[in-house]
């Protein structure tokens, strides 16, 4: 059956957009969560800069990087929401310093004497070091040491595994570079931005009343002012995390992810597009590679010998489970397109998402749809025969001249319901 | 009360993707899409004023509305859960009338315009179907 189109006048009109954002909203950082890793990360460079610190005065700049830094942000885990968010702290140590010299300084900074702030709360790897907070939140601290006379913080990062030395390196690369490289390239598309931040608000009162949580939240938070391609990377991150929870090989990097979001954003209409030319795109890139015998190799448009898939794939075989991923996921995202109803919706979104963040959206929406019907503050649009969703800050603006109607009042009325006998 | 022939009008200025059937002066059927949310339904709706047709009596009945594509189920999880706010339709019990008004409220009267009220109602009642069988709560209120 062809289904009706209709035209969309809001970038939310349809309902599985407005799923998906919702389902971003939900699994990204709030915006108080947000504003507090920012307090975080600067409170962090002060502690590692203090007086008695092993980094006092080496410490030059410390910055976000990663999905942080272009608001692409995921719970990290699937069983309790956690988030990880990655820092930079950029370093003035002496050229010939190790690899293991960094880390090693790095985390007696931050650990500090028996009782300090962070001293059993922190965590040696073996590119960064991680501080676990008590809120279901950890930040990773990469330390880099800047390469003078090279584009603006193009620096070396170090790797090194205690229990094999010999596997110590030390890299070049440009995180910064490329987070600046992708907000340029995925720039805002604003009348979408300006409806996801006002629905990230909403939906953020919406849980909020749920917990009889007193905070208040402002209407729009400029880091919810994103383009669909961000939230298509936010929900395929998910994906990602939601197939890799059990497995016990290396995922694909989010920086991966990232550079082949930002080659192909914004060439789409709705988000729901957005996502599926994201996973085709990567799909594609990688079916190229893989049909030639050979591993993926990405490397950051703007620094030439920072390799993004220097960690994975390890394999032509783990590329290859990955491809299949993506033509599963392809195909799931094809049939959400293709007119099903919402309980096949969920089902579809439970298995690429999780449960946790799509009950939830799911239960919400039936639960706000039922209000406006109830209260008499439906609408619908006769052209395609539609509900017109609700979303209140998106109703104001987007009625007028639209073709959308009130919906009278009705009672619903019928048989009791019995069990069959 | 409002004429078959004005319901007809006014159905095919506002709906115009719903086909008219078998007009009379005193019977009218409709039939066409509706697509609350994502999924589309072929729905029916039938009207009848009522007439006297010497020897017969026909007798007025309100718009009814029938699903007629897809079939409307219940939920697997809980098979002996009806599904909430319809009829029974004993001459086809697969394709029950919706339930879209309280009749002891008078929500609908003969004077009342079908294209206002029972297809914004008809739409309605699908997204509220769809919401309990996803989710196993119908959150559009009603009585029994």
Same mark, same amino acid.
């Given at each position: ?21 919702? +389902? ?20 962090? #460079? ?23 830094? +272009?608001? !692409?942000?995921? !719970? ?47 965590? %040696? ?51 910064? #570079? ?6 340029? +390239? ?14 990230? #608000? ?8 749920? %917990? ?17 391609? =961000? ?64 591993? +993926?190799? =990405? ?46 919706? %969920? ?69 009791? %319901?019995?069990?069959?006998? | ?38 999924? /589309? ?39 002996? /859960? ?33 294209? /206002? ?28």
């Amino acid at each position: 059956m062809n289904r009706l189109r209709t035209k969309k006048f809001s970038p939310l009109f349809e309902p599985l957009d407005l799923l998906l954002a919702d +389902i971003a909203i939900h699994i990204q950082l709030s915006a108080s969560d947000f504003r507090k890793m920012e307090q975080r990360y600067k409170a962090l #460079g002060d502690y590692i800069d203090r007086p008695g610190s092993l980094l006092k005065g080496k410490v030059q700049l410390i910055y976000p990087q990663g999905s942080m830094a +272009i608001g !692409a942000t995921v !719970a990290s885990k699937l069983t309790n929401d956690e988030h990880d968010v990655d820092f930079i702290v950029q370093l003035e140590l002496n050229a010939g310093t190790t690899p293991k010299e960094v880390l090693d300084l790095l985390f007696y900074s931050i650990k500090g004497k028996r009782g300090s702030l962070y001293f059993d709360k922190v965590e %040696r790897r073996n590119r960064c070091v991680t501080v676990h907070y008590a809120d279901k939140m950890h930040a990773d601290i990469t330390p880099m040491i800047r390469i003078a006379e090279q584009p603006e913080r193009e620096s070396f990062l170090f790797h090194n595994k205690p229990d094999v030395p010999e596997e110590d390196q030390v890299l070049i690369s440009n995180p910064f #570079g490329f987070a600046e490289h992708f907000k340029k +390239i995925t720039s805002v598309d604003k009348e979408f931005a300006k409806i996801f931040a006002m629905r990230a #608000g909403e939906y953020e009162r919406l849980m909020l009343n749920l %917990r009889a949580d007193s905070e208040e939240i402002p209407d729009q938070e400029p880091i919810n002012s994103k383009s669909k391609a =961000v939230v298509a990377l936010q929900l395929i991150k998910r994906w990602r995390n939601v197939l890799f929870d059990k497995r016990s090989t290396r995922r694909p990097p989010s920086v991966l992810i990232s550079k082949f979001t930002a080659d192909v954003a914004n060439q789409s209409n709705t988000l729901s597009e957005e996502l599926l030319n994201q996973v085709v795109f990567m799909r594609d890139k990688l079916l190229e590679y893989h049909q030639a015998g050979q591993k +993926i190799r =990405v490397f950051n448009p703007v620094c030439e010998k920072d390799e993004f898939t220097d960690r994975w794939p390890g394999s032509l075989h783990e590329q290859e489970v990955f491809l299949n991923d993506l033509n599963a996921l392809a195909i799931d995202l094809k049939r959400l397109n293709s007119g099903c109803d919402l309980r096949e919706m %969920r089902e579809i979104m439970v298995r690429l998402f999780g449960e946790a963040p799509t009950g939830t959206v799911f239960e919400t929406f039936n639960r706000e749809l039922g209000k406006q019907i109830k209260s008499g503050q439906s609408h619908h649009k006769p052209d395609g025969g539609r509900i017109y969703v609700p979303t209140s800050g998106i109703i104001a603006g987007g009625i007028s001249g639209s073709g959308i109607r009130k919906t009278p009042r009705n009672t619903f009325h019928g048989m009791e %319901r019995r069990k069959k006998k | 009360m409002l004429p078959i022939k004005e319901q007809i009008a006014l159905m095919s200025k506002r709906w115009p993707q719903f086909e008219v059937s078998w007009p009379t002066k005193w019977f009218v059927s409709w039939k066409g899409i509706l697509c609350p949310l994502n999924k /589309e339904y072929i729905v029916q709706v039938v009207y009848c004023l009522g007439a006297n047709l010497g020897p017969v009596e026909i007798s007025p009945k309100f718009p009814q509305v029938r699903v007629l594509s897809p079939l409307l189920e219940v939920r697997p999880e809980n098979p002996d /859960e009806p599904i909430p706010h319809h009829y029974q339709n004993l001459g086809d019990p697969n394709h029950p009338v919706l339930c879209l008004y309280d009749p002891r409220g008078k929500e609908w009267q003969p004077g009342d315009r079908i294209a /206002e009220t029972i297809l914004p109602w008809a739409i309605n009642w699908l997204a509220c179907y769809e919401g309990w069988r996803a989710t196993g709560r119908w959150t559009g209120g009603g009585t029994h």
